[in-house]
């Protein structure tokens, strides 16, 4: 039997038309079609304005760095997300500071963010995981209070609503990515949500050279070189024309899990909240024999991930002198990490397979 991946990109001929077009018009590099790209996030998200850049790594760099935050400073991260989130905030000089996650939804806990906040906190990056969220109204009212930026790592959100508003677009700044497993992709990339044309003016100086258009050679600022370009883009475009088919096919992979395995005693979902409507990036199941399940399903050619790796273990962070966490402990996190998994989640997974994946589990447990 073929080996059902835990995630791939949803890539046929659409994809194909459109890197063809793109490559007819030989114009490659940023361009018309990444204006039309960004145009279309404008106006399904109901955003202002919106950038696209290289990644979404050097997109949340980019929005640190637009406020000025710098060495000296301190930005609150959660324990528990991908790397990229605490490099981020490495890469300005700023010091991360670890929050541990609530055990309700896998994202930050705001009753442990207010116990972190300093003089020295200047942004709170909340990370919508696996396209969730935390009580955003509480987190920005909080921020607010204090002064405090937010900036909305909702790299794995992509269509999730709080309240019925698009995860991403609630703070001061937030943005997406485009990686190659994520819900709608470029290859790599991401796009930043941007309020109001100021901060527009300074992300584009800061992603393009320290100019504010191309084709000069007078620099006014510092910048850097986190151009998108026109065949991601033209990538983009084909993958945004399938966005209600990806979304909708994510929410039935989630529920079809759930009614499947919701009623073995050994697996527990996470909670959906009611102001939330999440389009879930992975369905995660919370079991006691991760390790077990995990081997046994890969002999069943069903492929499986881990939760992320807790960013207080990370062997890159042993003796880092810029990370406070040597006092720290952090058991949600180390929580999920034992005990959750990640269960096959592609958009192009048939309904044969996830029956066949069910009754594995199922068997597993028998």
Sequence with gaps: MKKILQIEPTINNLEILEMNKCLRSTFLTENRLTRRFEKKFENFFHAKHCMAVSNWTCGLFMCLKNYGIGKGDEVIVPNLTFFATLESVVMTGATPILCDVSKEDMCIN?????KLISKKTKAI???HLYGFSCDMDKLLKLAKKKNIKVIEDAAQSMGSKYKNKYLGTLGDLG????YGNKTITTGEGGIIFIKNLTDKNKLYELKNHG????GIFKHKSIGYNFCFTDLQAAIGLAQFKKKEIIFKKKIYINRFYKKKLSKLKEISFLNEKPYLNPIPWFTNIIVRDKNKLRSFL???NIGTREIFY?????PALNNNKIIKIKKNKFPISDYFYQYGLSLPSSVNISKKDLNYICKQIIKFYA
């Design 211 to 214: 100019r504010n258009k191309k």
């Design 310 to 314: 807790p960013l207080h273990k990370q």
């Design 125 to 127: 990056i909340p990370v």
């Design 298 to 300: 890969n002999k069943k």
């Design 175 to 178: 943005g997406f990515s485009f």
């Design 110 to 114: 705001i009753d442990n963010v207010s």
